[in-house]
């Protein structure tokens, strides 16, 4: 737990002193999340470590809450810090600003996707406001209701097949993950009998235009735009992470017409321990599919039975972004496990 608190609140600790102090400090959250990370990862060779499956982690949920909360500072903070009167130059500003969106996509999504498993009431609603504040609120519901369903199989928009590039999968996972959460969570209130004011999409949607609405007011055009590009740059970092993670791995059809049972050969995996500690350890993706109610610190990697990515999550991330080097590296691989 250590660890994973350093790795995880540090960031946010240098964006503010960057942000008060200026110049060459406004760097330092930016060279923590891209340089410091991947130094970690190749200069210091750790062997991947598994907690007891078994074991309770006390102060586990604390983190969670606590950097949930650190995320709205810390939107507040970069909009007044790139779009305010911070009296900062534009370098600073730019530094600070994608140091924040990189927070954003590889810190607060982990956040918010573990709390929306949670079992308190309190927690799950937080994840759905971190989310609801990126506008990207949906994901809350596709991920649970249609995602952990679906996953490796056709009918997940967030499982890319085989031969598809990032960018086309992009532009079809973002409204398909929308309808498909949409329709997921429609069916479930039909089901239970529920009034149609308790669907979690007026959340997404009225959370979404009260941010929007709030930030023109508070902060301007100019606040709004910075608004929206990180919003934008959050949002591409999570399609990124569920492309890279379940890229062109997919479940058998049984003789029944079903997919055979979530195993941990449908999601690829990471061993690297620094990037691993600050995104909560979400290159463990298979155990979080097989075992989604075990606690972030206990799950397990097994290189056996796990497809493991060639390098760190957020290092093949940057490689999606290249999409013949991509399926150069990543199509042999996918075909071994399939």
């Given at each position: 737990m250590p660890l994973f608190a350093l790795?995880?609140?540090?960031?946010?600790?240098?964006i503010a002193f960057g942000a008060l102090q200026g110049g060459w400090a406004a760097a330092l959250g930016l060279l923590y999340m891209t340089a410091l990370v991947a130094l970690m990862d190749r200069l210091i060779a750790r062997a991947a470590i598994n907690s007891d499956p078994e074991a309770e982690f006390p102060g586990s949920d604390a983190l969670l809450a606590a950097l949930g909360v650190a995320h709205f500072a810390l939107l507040a903070l970069v909009l007044w810090t790139v779009a305010g009167a911070s009296g900062l130059h534009a370098l600073p500003r730019a530094a600070i600003g994608i140091a924040c969106g990189l927070v954003f996509g590889q810190i607060s999504h982990p956040v918010a996707h573990e709390l929306i498993h949670k079992r308190p009431r309190a927690l799950r609603l937080l994840g759905?406001?971190?989310y609801t504040s990126l506008l990207t609120g949906h994901h809350a519901s596709a991920h649970l209701r249609v995602h952990h369903v679906h996953v490796a199989t056709a009918k997940d928009p967030n499982s890319p097949p085989m031969g598809t590039g990032f960018y086309r999968f992009a532009l079809s996972a973002a409204p398909g993950s929308f309808r498909a959460g949409l329709a997921a969570e429609s069916a479930m209130l039909t089901r239970g009998g529920k009034p149609r004011w308790r669907h979690p999409y007026l959340l997404y949607v009225g959370g979404g235009m009260a941010m929007i609405?709030?930030?023109?007011?508070?902060a301007g055009w100019r606040g709004l735009m910075v608004y929206i590009a990180l919003c934008l740059y959050a949002?591409?970092?999570i399609l990124l992470s569920d492309y890279v993670q379940h890229y062109g791995l997919s479940?058998?059809?049984r003789t029944d017409g079903a997919p055979e049972p979530v195993g941990p050969q449908h999601s690829w995996n990471a061993p690297h321990w620094?990037?691993?500690?600050v995104t909560l350890n979400a290159p463990r993706h298979s155990d979080h599919h097989v075992t989604p109610s075990r606690a972030y610190p206990a799950l397990q990697l097994d290189a056996e039975r796990m497809p493991m990515l060639p390098r760190p999550l957020p290092v093949m991330a940057a490689v999606a972004l290249v999409p013949p080097l991509w399926r150069r590296m990543m199509d042999a691989r996918a075909r071994r496990w399939n």
């Open positions: 790795a995880t609140l540090t960031p946010a600790a240098l759905r406001l971190v609405a709030g930030v023109a007011l508070l949002q591409m970092q479940r058998r059809t620094f990037s691993s500690a």
